[in-house]
């Protein structure tokens, strides 16, 4: 690993491979003193890097005609100039020779083989060399690996921090360490936030639901509740949403009959109220609502000169948008349109329990 890290610090120190053939007129270098014949226009058409370091002898008039690739096995870059001939690659070859290959099409930047290796690393990263694939991924500029080794990283610190990349890393690279570290802090703050935001949501989807509810047991009735001029018989059975509206139905009970109510000192009394104010702020038809002092509610509004506090606010366009994300995927439910509202009676005895 340090010896192919070492190819990313000199360009033209690194890499190079091919295929002995007849019209070889340049060859490569590698670190045990083996020369691959290669091709001057094959090797300059597939990397930039090696056409400079071609060129630049015949600039200065010079007779060499060899370029030496060093600090990575031999084999690897015999590899390295196979793909630059035929853009091929398997899978033996990159288990073996992933981590220089990344290196060397890193240096000579040959994309294509830089993408056939980072693919390549993700699916092979483990415990044992996550350290040092993550370090060449931020040699090599390569995100994607970065990132794959820091979660996988994350996710098994304990079993990392006994090998001995791990304990390399404590002792010449500490600021890797540390970016590593925060990069753990920063992921458990994101899934707090992830956490908090799904349960705040999932409230929301709960309250529109009860919204839902609320206007369909005023409207329709379902199973022991339902509106006081509809026929008991001819009342619906549990609804699609039973599992919400048997709660509500439950509370409305409760709301009826209490005698604490009146003074505010019951708090499922409170709730019920919470729920029909609610229900008033976002409803948009208070004259033809069917849903007991939905338009008691509004005037009230009206009437307040400061109205709503900016929590109750916030509270209401939550709930609207959660209402309009779940009608998306939803079927609306068929209401039937038949007045029930009492003028003389606008409390919850329009309500049949």
């Known amino acids: 690993m340090k010896e192919t890290l070492a190819v990313i610090g000199d360009v033209q120190t690194a890499e190079g491979e091919m295929q002995p053939t007849e019209a070889a007129d340049v060859h490569i270098i590698t670190s045990g003193g083996v020369r691959i014949p290669a091709d001057f226009s094959v090797l300059a058409s597939a990397s930039p890097v090696l056409e400079s370091i071609i060129d630049r002898p015949r600039k200065h008039r010079s ?47 040959v994309p294509q083989l830089k993408q056939r290796c980072i693919k390549g690393l993700a699916e092979r990263v483990t415990v044992e060399n996550v350290v040092d694939v993550l370090q060449l991924a931020r040699l090599c500029d390569a995100p994607d690996l970065y990132l794959r080794c820091v979660k996988l990283l994350s996710s098994n610190l304990k079993a990392v921090e006994q090998t001995e990349g791990w304990k390399f890393l404590q002792n010449h690279d500490p600021w890797l360490e540390l970016d590593i570290l925060q990069f753990m802090d920063e992921a458990e ?16 989807l709960q309250l529109s639901e009860a919204m839902d509810c609320l206007e369909h047991i005023c409207t329709e009735g379902c199973t022991s509740v339902g509106p006081c001029d509809m026929v ?63 338009r008691q509610f ?56």
């Open 63 to 109: 007779s060499d005609k060899s370029i030496p690739i060093l600090g990575v096995p031999c084999d690897a870059v015999s590899v390295f100039v196979q793909f630059l001939y035929s853009s091929k690659c398997s899978e033996e070859q990159m288990e073996k020779y992933g981590i220089h290959l990344l290196a060397l099409s890193h240096v000579y930047l």
């Open 232 to 294: 008991p018989g001819k009342n619906k059975g549990p609804c699609s949403k039973f599992s919400t509206c048997q709660g509500l139905q439950l509370l409305i009970k409760h709301f009826a009959t209490c005698k604490r109510r009146v003074n505010g000192g019951c708090l499922r009394c409170k709730r019920m109220w919470q729920l029909l104010r609610l229900h008033s702020s976002i409803c948009e038809q208070p004259d033809e609502c069917k849903v007991p002092l939905c």
């Open 298 to 353: 509004k005037l009230k509004v009206q009437q307040e000169k400061k109205g709503a506090d900016a929590r109750w606010k916030l509270l209401v366009r939550k709930v609207i948008s959660a209402k309009a994300l779940s009608s998306l995927t939803l079927p609306k439910r068929k209401r039937e349109e038949e007045p029930i509202m009492n003028p003389s009676h606008p409390g919850m005895r329009t309500f049949r329990l």
């Open 189 to 204: 703050l994101r899934k707090k936030r992830n956490r908090k935001h799904r349960e705040e949501q999932s409230l929301y």
